[in-house]
Structure formats: C-alpha cells, structure tokens
C-alpha cells in the first residue's frame, strides 16, 4: 500500500481539530485574512510518513469571537446579552469597545457600544456575560434571538504559523523547528491573537524558519490519503 501526497489548506486543519467554531471571523466585520498558504506534505514512502513541514510567514491576523444571545432590558435600556464559554474567557484581557449585532431574522446589524464582560448576579452558576448597549435608533424587543460577533485582537503583519504546529494557543507554546539539514528541536514560543486557522508569534520565531505540523500524521492515522 501507498500512501499518496495530499495538500493541506487552513480550512483542513481547522476542521481536524474543531478550533474554528465560535472563533472564526464573521462577515459582518469585515475582515479578511492573508497569507494563509496552504500546507504541504512531503512525499510518503513506502510505510513510512514524513511529517508535515511549513514555513513560518507573516500576515495581518484579526481574532473574532460569535456567540448566540438575546435582547434584555437593564435600567428601562435594551442591551445585547450572549453567555461566554469558560474556553473564551482569554480573548477578553482586553474588553473591546464595540461588537456587531445581528437579530436573527430580522434587519441588518448594527454596531453596539458600551461593552461589559462581566459576572451575571442574577445567575447562580456563575456564568459570565458579554453585554453591550443597542442604540436608540435600532428597534428591537426583549428577548429577541440575536448573534454576536466582536473582535478579540488584531495584528499587522505578524509572524504567524498554523494553529495545529502549537502545543497550545494562549501564552507560551512550543513548536518544533525543523533545519535545513532536516534536523528537529523543540522551541519555546509567546502566542498572540489567534484566529482559529493560524496564531501570531510574538516571540520565537522568525518569518522564513519551517516548522513541523502534525497535521499529516493524523490525517494519515484516520486512513486520509490513502489508496490500495
């Protein structure tokens, strides 16, 4: 049996490891990421993978979390409520100053301002919500559906790798480097703004250096890529 050489693009890899989830960037924002180059494999021997090689780039990463909420009144206002995941909480160091509002089925969104994260004191369990106001000018309702998309961070012209070639996506992380002679050493790295698809380095790296990616190795495990 032989395994035959496949090409690996972002959207693979964040489905392999279902980072992109509430994660990805929304349309409403705006954004568009770059230089999200594809990963390639090396050629598969006979019973035997070479790992997934990629070279450290950089490209303009914006961070953009959605949530699912609704429409409440606080202090005779309408607010936008939408309950943060614990796994979130990280992308709100930095509280954002605005989000984007959709009501589900109902007009275009809007931007909300007045941004709060924050404890709920009528809710036992503890969970915490993102809060912000809706202007004067939008009509709306208590309790209706809406969705939430805000910006967690932004970097230009980052260096950046795939998420799937980092131990971990908050705070330090290790990669492993892979030199010209095709030697391998592990790293310590500083993550910035992750995106789900590809994280800033802030410190560690250099555009240009390659690192490995497992990502091959799991797709082949998963029998992906192979012919009889």
């Known amino acids: 049996m032989r395994l035959r050489r496949i090409g690996l693009g972002p959207a693979a890899v964040a489905a392999l490891f279902g980072v992109i989830g509430g994660i990805a960037s929304w349309a409403l924002l705006g954004t568009a990421q770059q230089g999200q180059a594809s990963v390639p494999v090396q050629e598969q021997g006979e019973n035997h993978v ?13 961070s953009v979390l959605t949530m699912e909420g609704r429409i409440a009144k606080e202090s005779g206002r309408h607010v936008a409520q939408a309950t943060v995941a614990p796994a979130h909480l990280y992308r709100f160091i930095d509280t954002p100053r605005t989000a984007k509002v959709k009501i589900v089925d109902g007009p ?8 709060t994260v924050g404890a709920d004191p009528s809710d036992p369990s503890g969970d915490v919500l993102f809060t912000c106001t809706v202007p004067t000018s939008v009509k709306v309702f208590t309790g209706l559906p809406i969705k939430v998309a805000v910006a967690t961070g932004h970097a230009d012209n980052a260096v950046t790798v795939p998420v799937s070639a980092l131990s971990g996506t908050v705070g330090s ?17 500083v993550v910035g703004v992750v995106n789900g698809v590809v994280a800033q380095v802030t410190k560690g790296l250099e555009a240009g250096e390659k690192v ?16 009889g």
Request: glycine share 12%; hydrophobic share 40%; aromatic share 2%.
């Open 50 to 62: 070479e790992p997934a090689v990629v070279t450290v780039r950089t490209a303009d990463v914006t």
């Open 108 to 115: 275009e969104a809007f931007t909300c301002g007045d941004v």
């Open 173 to 189: 992380a290790h990669v492993t480097v892979v030199d010209d002679q095709g030697g391998r050493k592990q790293r310590q790295v």
């Open 212 to 227: 490995q990616d497992p990502v091959a190795d799991a797709l082949v495990g998963a029998g992906v890529g192979e012919s």
